[in-house]
């Protein structure tokens, strides 16, 4: 995997090269699918709807996502939370770029839209 300029990080592409989604459950109760996988070195539990949230602060950057949580596999430090707001902001550069790349696509690749 190469990096940016500035040897930190990823591109995007390089991230969704490395991309495993290992499980897809949809919910019965309240819609959306609770989306389970890998990428980068990290495991990502991600509550996804097809339709954007109702109120704007509920979804990340407009992402149809509500949570995401994004857990970094080498130490099990857990380095980002999004529960309809931020618990704890992505703490790595690497972290940054995964939860940019899971809220540019995530719900398209899930819901086909």
Do not use: Q
């Given at each position: 995997m190469t990096t940016n300029e500035k040897n930190t990080t990823p591109d995007a592409s390089e991230l969704l090269e490395s991309l495993r989604i290992t499980k897809v459950q949809r919910r019965t109760s309240c819609g959306g699918s609770w989306v389970v996988g890998t990428i980068a070195g990290h495991?990502?539990?991600a509550l996804v709807f097809p339709e954007h949230a109702d109120r704007a602060d509920?979804?990340?950057?407009?992402s149809r996502i509500?949570?995401?949580?994004l857990k970094q596999l080498d130490n099990h430090a857990t380095v980002a939370n999004f529960d309809r707001g931020w618990d704890i902001r992505p703490t790595t550069p690497l972290a940054a770029a995964i939860v940019d790349v899971l809220a540019a696509g995530l719900a398209e690749h899930v819901f086909g839209n």
């Open positions: 495991r990502f539990d509920f979804e990340l950057e407009d509500s949570k995401l949580w």
